[in-house]
């Protein structure tokens, strides 16, 4: 099985931007699809956007379109989430996740393996 550990994030101002890092260890994400998930507080869990194990295909939340960017390296190693033209309302603790689902997938029921989290917070 695969150990996915995220990391990047902090306090950054509104109007900023911050890159995430999923790290695999224990084997590649080659067979996997990464996701990234948030969850404010008070708040429900939410996808916010995903890579395919080929990385031919992503899907993002409607959300954070066309301000994050999520990509993978070519190593298979490691999973990038730019996020730029942060809002306040961005601020919540991200979670990488990864899955043997072949698509990029959105429900976090699909995803196996999880990273601990890592806070963003933007302030205004």
């Known amino acids: 099985q695969v150990q996915v550990r995220d990391s990047g994030g902090g306090l950054v101002q509104a109007g900023g931007s911050l890159r995430l890092s999923c790290a695999a260890s224990g084997r590649t994400f080659r067979r996997y699809t990464v996701g990234w998930f948030r969850q404010a507080p008070g708040k429900e869990r939410e996808f916010v956007a995903a890579?395919?194990?080929?990385?031919?295909?992503?899907n993002y939340a409607d959300s954070v379109k066309g301000r994050f960017t999520i990509s993978r390296d070519s190593a298979k190693v490691t999973v990038y989430l730019q996020m730029n033209s942060l809002k306040s309302e961005d601020t919540a603790v991200y979670y990488c996740?990864?899955?043997?689902?072949?698509?990029?997938?959105?429900?976090?029921?699909?995803?196996?393996?999880w990273g601990q989290g890592t806070q963003v917070t933007v302030s205004t």
């Open positions: 890579i395919g194990w080929n990385g031919g295909s992503t």
């Open positions: 996740a990864a899955s043997s689902a072949l698509g990029a997938v959105s429900k976090s029921d699909d995803y196996d393996y």
